[in-house]
């Protein structure tokens, strides 16, 4: 069983900054893709960032140049930096976690979500 915990989730007047983090535990044999996604109020889940085990990233175009992913493979952790936030970007913002369990066994695991909330 594995579990995801994120943090780092609030209130921020637009332009400002939050750090959200994801930690997972558990019956883990190691960590492929490592992603965050966000919903806002009456839209679909979005793919935010990922970043893949050798550290390669990929952004929705929106944030590209004020957000930055990045991991900490021996944490099983996971982080997302939000610079000069825009209340557009009020969400929930959950992780996601491609865990291989054992040889030859993946899962996809999501967080419980954190609302991040964007206004002044």
């Known amino acids: 069983h594995v579990q995801l915990v994120e943090s780092g989730g609030g209130l921020v007047q637009p332009g400002g900054s939050l750090r959200l983090s994801c930690a997972a535990s558990?019956?883990?044999?190691?960590?492929?893709?490592m992603g965050w996604y966000r919903q806002a109020p009456g839209k679909q889940r979005e793919l935010v960032a990922a970043?893949?085990?050798?550290?390669?990233?990929n952004y929705v175009d929106s944030v590209k140049g004020r957000f930055t992913i990045s991991r900490d493979n021996a944490k099983n952790t996971v982080y997302l930096q939000m610079n000069s936030l825009k209340p557009e970007e009020t969400a929930v913002y959950y992780c996601?976690?491609?865990?291989?369990?054992?040889?030859?066994?993946?899962?996809?695991?999501w967080g419980q979500g954190t609302q991040v909330t964007v206004s002044s």
């Open positions: 996601n976690v491609d865990v291989r369990l054992r040889v030859g066994v993946r899962e996809d695991y």
């Open positions: 970043i893949t085990s050798g550290g390669s990233t």
């Open positions: 558990g019956s883990i044999f190691s960590i492929n893709a």
